[in-house]
């Protein structure tokens, strides 16, 4: 054979192996959950100011720590996986961004399945139903009972939660002031800043114990889009199918109530410290 041929015959056998590794690679890349087994680490984003879901306490080391229903729900996926299991806490509406680029590999943080977030992540089977509500000042209670009462109001939401949407359907000509975090949202309720606060009912009931001067507006409001859910990368079923099958055995166990009970719990300790 000639030597010119033989360099071809190389140089094209070592495309084609070229090519099965990228193919390999490509596969690997997109392979999230076998990726996540890999590196023996889960990377769950979450918004930790929104007990009981996730909150900050002062554990009994003084040390910092984030606890809530939602990091057991974490856990509990961490473990069925056999990883460890790493919280990242973020802005909210950053969480999305988060998980379709990869920078997390989950949002689990009360998220609702809306058709906007469904065009970047995709969603697990619901593992919570809620309703909504909204708080105003104990003062105000008697003014503003219902979300037609808050006409041309100014209402808080916090950015990028389903609670905004929510304002606006709700609340006829509505001035909505958007923050990221719940505590900042709170404040200005508290200042004077905004007339009400639209929230998750938990959460509403969790700040009343913390802050007795608000309280939560007799109309309730339900989610239309079905309750929280754990956002993950776009076309991921094996990740998908694990998480499901986790959050299925949360529900068939009845583990849920225990961990809203614990969480709860933990939240109003800190109010009382």
Same mark, same amino acid.
């Given at each position: 054979m000639k030597k010119g041929m033989l360099k071809k015959i190389f140089a094209i056998a070592t495309i084609g192996v070229m090519s099965l590794g990228l193919i390999s690679c490509g596969k690997k890349d997109v392979d999230k959950l076998s990726q996540i087994k890999e590196n023996g680490k889960l990377v769950v984003g979450l918004s930790a100011d929104y007990a009981p879901y996730e909150f900050h306490i002062m554990n009994e080391e003084g040390k910092d720590e984030i606890v809530g229903f939602d990091i057991d729900i974490a856990n509990e996926i961490a473990k069925d996986m056999g990883v460890e299991l790493e919280i990242q806490d973020m802005n909210f509406e950053n969480l999305v961004a988060g998980v379709s680029s990869g920078k997390i590999d989950l949002?689990?943080?009360?998220?609702? /399945? +809306?058709?906007?977030?469904?065009?970047?992540?995709?969603?697990? $089977? *619901?593992?919570?139903?809620?309703?909504?509500?909204?708080?105003?000042?104990?003062?105000?209670? $008697?003014?503003?009972?219902?979300? !037609?009462?808050? @006409?041309?109001?100014?209402?808080? %939401?916090?950015?990028?939660?389903?609670?905004? $949407?929510?304002?606006?359907?709700?609340? /006829?000509? &509505?001035?909505?002031?958007?923050?990221?975090?719940?505590?900042?949202?709170? =404040?200005?309720?508290?200042?004077?800043? *905004? !007339?009400? =606060?639209?929230?998750? #009912? /938990? &959460?509403?009931?969790?700040? &009343?114990?913390?802050? /007795?001067?608000?309280?939560?507006?007799?109309? @309730?409001?339900? +989610?239309?889009?079905?309750?929280?859910?754990? %956002?993950?990368?776009?076309?991921?079923?094996?990740? =998908?199918?694990?998480?499901?099958?986790?959050?299925?055995?949360?529900?068939?166990?009845?583990? #849920? +109530?225990?961990f809203i009970v614990d969480a709860t719990a933990l939240a109003e300790k800190q109010v009382e410290n």
């Open positions: 949002a689990i943080s009360g998220m609702s /399945p +809306d058709d906007e977030r469904r065009k970047s992540v995709d969603f697990s $089977d *619901i593992y919570y139903v809620a309703e909504h509500g909204f708080l105003v000042k104990a003062e105000n209670k $008697d003014k503003y009972k219902t979300f !037609e009462d808050l @006409k041309g109001q100014k209402v808080g %939401a916090q950015m990028g939660a389903i609670q905004a $949407d929510i304002a606006e359907e709700k609340i /006829p000509e &509505v001035d909505l002031q958007l923050l990221s975090n719940v505590n900042d949202l709170v =404040l200005s309720l508290k200042t004077g800043k *905004i !007339e009400a =606060l639209v929230v998750e #009912l /938990p &959460v509403a009931e969790m700040i &009343v114990k913390n802050n /007795p001067e608000l309280v939560v507006g007799e109309e @309730k409001a339900t +989610d239309a889009e079905g309750g929280s859910a754990v %956002a993950l990368q776009k076309e991921q079923q094996a990740l =998908l199918d694990s998480i499901n099958t986790t959050i299925k055995r949360i529900k068939d166990e009845k583990l #849920l +109530d225990q």
